[in-house]
């Protein structure tokens, strides 16, 4: 009764808000200062949640989406569903040995002022990371040179080399034009909004941006149109800023957005229901797998600093109900290491069969009694082997409706196996400071989205040193040298040694699964919802097999040939 209720009060919003969305009908849609024409516009939204302030690639963390990947483009893509590189601006690359690299680009590339791109803007870029505030700092203090040996190749000489991670520089990160961005300073080219008609190399270029959307518009002298046979079917694309996911699902099903990238509760009924909805897969869990969602143990506070306690918690929980009853099967529950399914094949299934835990309120009374946590009061309750009563919180970001009722399932579960577990929903700003500073007992979080290894994922859990502030891994402040050193012997280890790779990724897996300093739950979904109002020909597990989302960080994950591969819909009789 409780999904029924809350489904119709989904489509009693939509009533709502289909009385203010504007660019239902007429041939116009408005977008920011100017009137576009509906059957030549792409809506799309889900990534942007507050005013678009900047289109600068260095600002990864807020730059106006399609920044990456519609205006900037990167020296390959890598195709998360293939597992395979692709190359876009570069031609071909090689390690001429083990230090030593080179990449070339393709010939006649041009940015949109008409200047050419060299390998001079490619070793500029690299530089770029000299500068302590660049994202890829730390990767840069290994490299001993960077040389623009002719027009289109460019050479780096490493004193260290990290395969994994310039593995990921190479696809993730975009080449800036040189003319444009040399004499500025660290200031600028870390915090400037680099809105004043940006000159990029991609298929799209800034139109206008307004409080509640980014516009964008079809570059015509795009390169790729020639070199990659690759036309972008949108002349507009439309990025709106969410408001609430409420509002998003009235305008899919008005066909006012194209595009969902939200979560939206309910989607499993409305494909269903005659809406001209689609989804990746057309029955559940409907969403591709794009990052795990973890219960997170502060491994610094007593009885969660036990590795067996967090064994017998990690049997507690029923993530079955999670998947079945809270996300009505969008989501899917996750392999005991986390790895997310594109890495199926780094998993060791023999190390999973042996310590991976699963749902057994039995075996997690067992471990806690074996491991000295006994009910000495008679409450229901395990106390501390010193007998001091515990009492843990689980902080979930409130609003997050989610991931609240998965909390309120988590301690339920806990509770039955005799672990005291309160749910709490603090304000979301303060689960950040909680998780920052270190200051809870545990909390949800997902991160690491799909990738070309699972280097950076195995980076999130055993990341070291901990700081006082650990504001992007490691939020449990588990420390172990020795998995942290088979990381960085993995972050050695070339990306096409699978062998190699897996290796040590069995070794991280045993550590993981007896000492469970993070426990893997569910795969938060890659929320894709599609309208066929407008547009169609959408990706789909069964053909166009493109990762369907404006996310940052997926246009250079192929996400931006399914732009190239839209069709008008039909127009109706």
Wanted: proline share 6%; net charge negative.
């Amino acid at each position: 009764m409780r999904k029924r209720n809350r489904f119709l009060v989904l489509l009693a919003a939509v009533g709502l808000v289909a009385t203010a969305c504007t660019g239902a009908e007429g041939d116009g849609a408005s977008a920011g200062s100017g009137s576009y024409p509906r059957n030549q516009t792409l809506f799309t939204s889900g990534s942007q949640w507050g005013v678009p302030s900047n289109a600068n690639p260095f600002r990864q963390g807020d730059y106006a989406t399609g920044t990456v990947g519609l205006l900037y483009e990167t020296l390959f893509l890598f195709d998360p569903l293939g597992s395979k590189y692709e190359p876009w601006l570069a031609e071909k690359d090689e390690w001429v040995d083990d230090k030593t690299y080179q990449v070339t680009l393709r010939e006649g590339l041009k940015w949109s002022d008409d200047e050419p791109i060299t390998a001079e803007d490619v070793a500029f870029t690299i530089n770029l990371g000299k500068m302590k505030t660049v994202p890829y700092n730390p990767l840069y203090s290994s490299i001993e040179s960077v040389e623009a040996v002719d027009e289109l190749t460019t050479k780096v000489t490493f004193s260290e080399p990290h395969y994994q991670q310039w593995a990921n520089w190479v696809y993730f990160n975009p080449i800036v034009p040189k003319h444009l961005w040399d004499g500025r300073s660290e200031k600028d080219i870390m915090q400037g909004a680099n809105f004043d008609k940006p000159v990029g190399s991609g298929p799209y270029l800034v139109e206008a941006h307004d409080q509640d959307r980014m516009v964008w518009k079809k570059n015509e002298n795009w390169w790729g149109k020639d070199k990659l046979d690759l036309d972008m079917k949108p002349t507009y694309i439309v990025d709106l800023v969410n408001s609430s996911n409420e509002a998003a699902l009235g305008q899919v099903l008005q066909g006012e957005i194209d595009l969902s990238n939200n979560f939206l509760p309910g989607i499993a009924s409305l494909v269903k229901g005659g809406y001209k909805l689609e989804t990746y897969y057309k029955d559940a869990p409907y969403m591709l797998a794009a990052n795990t969602t973890w219960l997170v143990p502060n491994t610094t506070k007593a009885p969660l600093n036990d590795p067996a306690f967090r064994r017998a918690l990690a049997f507690s929980v029923d993530t079955d109900k999670i998947v079945n009853s809270v996300y009505n099967n969008i989501v899917q529950k996750a392999d005991p290491t986390g790895l997310l399914p594109i890495w199926d094949k780094y998993i060791d299934k023999g190390v999973v069969d042996e310590l991976g835990p699963t749902y057994d309120t039995g075996e997690a009374k067992t471990l806690l009694s074996q491991a000295g946590y006994r009910d000495t009061n008679g409450d229901g309750f395990v106390e501390n082997k010193d007998g001091s009563p515990i009492s843990l919180k689980l902080a979930t970001p409130s609003g997050w409706t989610d991931w609240n009722e998965a909390g309120r399932v988590i301690a339920d579960s806990a509770k039955a196996a005799g672990i005291q577990l309160t749910a709490e929903t603090p304000a979301a700003e303060v689960v950040q400071d909680q998780r920052e500073s270190g200051q809870f007992d545990l909390i949800l979080n997902n991160d690491r989205q799909m990738d070309d290894t699972p280097w950076r994922y195995y980076e999130y859990i055993f990341g070291l040193p901990v700081l006082e502030n650990q504001t992007t891994i490691n939020y449990g402040r588990y420390e172990n040298q020795q998995a942290w050193d088979l990381v960085t012997q993995l972050d050695g280890t070339k990306v096409d040694d699978q062998a190699g790779m897996s290796a040590l990724m069995s070794q991280l897996q045993r550590i993981q699964l007896t000492e469970e300093p993070v426990i893997p739950l569910w795969y938060n979904g890659l929320w894709a919802q599609y309208s066929n109002a407008v547009w169609t020909n959408w990706p789909s597990a069964d053909g166009g097999q493109i990762v369907p989302t404006m996310w940052r960080g997926y246009p250079q994950k192929g996400a931006i040939k399914m732009l190239a591969e839209l069709k008008p819909a039909p127009e109706e009789q």
